[in-house]
């Protein structure tokens, strides 16, 4: 990812320092002896070639600049800046190693180096020496997201995780940076419950893990096979049934959905996602509504903002002749999640009772719309992944 702005951003202190030495002397007596006029020749010949946009030019003039004035420390700092805009980053790190040895106190050459060696790998190199740039000035973006970059290439993920969050204050626009802090967390995820393994591989968490990543990858099977496993160590630990409960649930298994749900609820009565879960399975397995009616009644009571909990129980309402009863939940429910097709249809069902043909109708297109949109998206999809098979070879 790009990490450093356009060319002519870059460093301008580095010109400054020059500019002092050269027109005010340096500290060391063999720099300032150096300083002849042919130097100052060069230097200008070499700034006005840089202005020009001639940056071969002003390399070959600091060059020579060096020949005549081995100890002019800012000039190594001007010829590596060069460098590093050519993107030539081994010719910089040694220009800007070279002139700190002259003179180790040249912040903007150390951060300068530190960003070289961060583009070549070179991360041990690199990590004090961005690190001292990013103490020595918080705001810079360039440091502190190559900072970032060097510490997850080193495996310090949770050192870098602080540098990318403060780059995102800054930046919250900045996409890369997200999709890296994003990649950072998954890694420290993916060390934790390496960990957990190590442990214990057979321990009720390294089971309930080991079930959840198989259900992410859409492998059921294997999924429930982990769970199980976690309910025979463990039946009476809240949260081993509920795993189960879902794996049926998400897989259209109702009844069988419903027994874990309630084993759940009999070891953590207050679990309102599992509540809602058993009343949900009850009215798609088309059981009573009167008693889905009763479980969504406490799990609104109890966790009032659980939408999904109060369209399901509009639903049942609907099922039992009282629409009327159910639209408070339906444009609650509307209001927080306004793009979900059931909602508009199930308000559709209570305006058409309630004899409000024409909200009904503007409600019934509005399923329509949703709906269409949400199959021409995966209609979409499908053919652009078509598409790519199709043409690979």
Request: net charge negative; hydrophobic share 40%; with cysteine.
């Amino acid at each position: 990812m790009p990490i450093f702005p356009p060319r002519r951003n870059r460093f301008p202190f580095a010109l400054v320092l020059l500019s002092m030495a050269l027109t005010l002397g340096v500290s060391a007596q063999s720099a300032d002896d150096e300083v002849t006029p042919q130097v100052q020749e060069l230097y200008a010949q070499a700034k006005a070639a840089q202005q020009h946009g001639d940056n071969a030019t002003a390399i070959q003039k600091y060059r020579a600049m060096l020949k005549l004035a081995p100890h002019l420390a800012p000039a190594y700092n001007n010829l590596g800046m060069l460098y590093f805009g050519q993107h030539d980053y081994t010719q910089a790190a040694q220009v800007l190693e070279q002139g700190l040895k002259l003179n180790p106190d040249m912040p903007t050459a150390s951060a300068m180096l530190g960003l070289s060696y961060s583009q070549l790998g070179e991360n041990e190199k690199a990590e004090p020496l961005l690190e001292a740039a990013v103490r020595a000035n918080p705001n810079d973006d360039n440091a502190q997201m190559a900072l970032a970059h060097t510490l997850i290439n080193l495996k310090r993920y949770d050192e870098a995780t602080p540098y990318l969050k403060t780059y995102l204050d800054r930046n919250p626009k900045d996409q890369q940076a997200w999709y890296l802090l994003g990649k950072t967390y998954l890694q420290l995820s993916q060390d934790a419950l390496g960990k957990i393994n190590q442990i214990d591989p057979n321990s009720v968490t390294a089971h309930i893990i080991a079930g959840e990543i198989d259900e992410s990858m859409h492998n059921y099977d294997g999924a429930l096979v982990e769970y199980k496993k976690a309910i025979d160590a463990a039946p009476q630990q809240p949260g081993t049934h509920e795993h189960m409960g879902n794996a049926f649930w998400v897989t259209g298994k109702w009844d069988s959905a419903q027994t874990e749900f309630k084993a759940e609820l009999a070891n953590d009565p207050s679990n309102c996602g599992a509540r809602w879960k058993l009343a949900n399975a009850m009215l798609e397995a088309n059981a009573p509504a009167q008693d889905a009616l009763a479980e969504l009644n406490r799990v609104v009571e109890q966790c009032p903002t659980l939408m999904q909990a109060r369209v399901d129980r509009a639903r049942a309402l609907v099922k039992l002749g009282k629409q009327d009863d159910a639209l408070p939940d339906l444009l609650l429910a509307e209001k927080d999640s306004p793009d979900e097709p059931s909602i508009h249809f199930l308000l559709s069902n209570v305006y058409r009772a309630q004899g409000k043909t024409s909200d009904a109708q503007q409600e019934m297109r509005t399923y329509g719309k949703l709906q269409r949109e949400a199959s021409e998206a995966v209609a979409g999809q499908a053919s652009d992944a078509i598409n790519i098979k199709s043409n690979s070879h």
